[in-house]
C-alpha cells in the first residue's frame, strides 16, 4: 500500500471511526480544510500588510514629524473568533496603529532602522513559513485525491 499524507490518513480514520455517508464526509472535511484556508490567507494579508508598513516607515525615517506605525491584526483575529474556534476572516482587516513607547528625534521623527529591519526579518520569516503550510497543505489535498 502507497504511503499515505497526513490528509488522506485522516480521512481514512474519520470514515472508520464516524461511520459518516459520503456527502456527510465531504461537508465535514471540507469545512475544517477551508478553515485552515482562510486562518493562512488572513495571516498572508496581514503579513503584505505589515510588510507595507514597515516599509513605509523604513522610507519616512528620515522625514521630520514622521511617527512609525505598526498593525493590529492578531487581536482582531482573537476577537472574531468565537468559542468553537470558528472565525469569519473575511471581514478581518488589519488596522495601523501609532507606536508610542518609541524615542522620538529632535526632528519629531521616532523611526529607529535597526527596529525596522527587525521587524521586516521577522516578518518576511512568518510570510515564509505561511508560504510553506499553504504549500503543504495543496500536497496533503493532492495526495488524498490521488490514493488508489
Given amino acids: 500500500m502507497a504511503k499515505l499524507g ?12 464516524t461511520g459518516f455517508c459520503a456527502p456527510e464526509l465531504e461537508r465535514h472535511v471540507m469545512s475544517k480544510v477551508s478553515n485552515i484556508f482562510d486562518f ?3 495571516g498572508l494579508r496581514a503579513e503584505a500588510f505589515r510588510q507595507k508598513t514597515i516599509a513605509s516607515n523604513i522610507a519616512n525615517s528620515e522625514t521630520p514629524g514622521y ?3 505598526g498593525i493590529n491584526f492578531k487581536e482582531l483575529l ?9 472565525a469569519d476572516l473575511s471581514n478581518v482587516e488589519p488596522e495601523t496603529y ?5 524615542q522620538v528625534k529632535s526632528n519629531g521623527n521616532d523611526v529607529n532602522l535597526e ?3 527587525g521587524r521586516m526579518v521577522k516578518n518576511t520569516l512568518r510570510h515564509s513559513a505561511y508560504v510553506k503550510l ?3 497543505k495543496y500536497k496533503q489535498i493532492d495526495a488524498a485525491i490521488n490514493v488508489r
Fill in 78 to 86: 482573537n476577537d472574531a473568533m468565537d468559542d468553537s474556534g470558528k
Fill in 98 to 102: 501609532q507606536m508610542d513607547a518609541t
Fill in 67 to 69: 511617527r512609525s506605525l
Fill in 134 to 136: 499553504l504549500n503543504k
Fill in 6 to 17: 497526513g490528509l488522506a490518513r485522516i480521512l481514512l480514520i474519520v470514515v472508520e471511526s
Fill in 115 to 117: 527596529v525596522e529591519v
Fill in 40 to 42: 493562512l490567507e488572513a
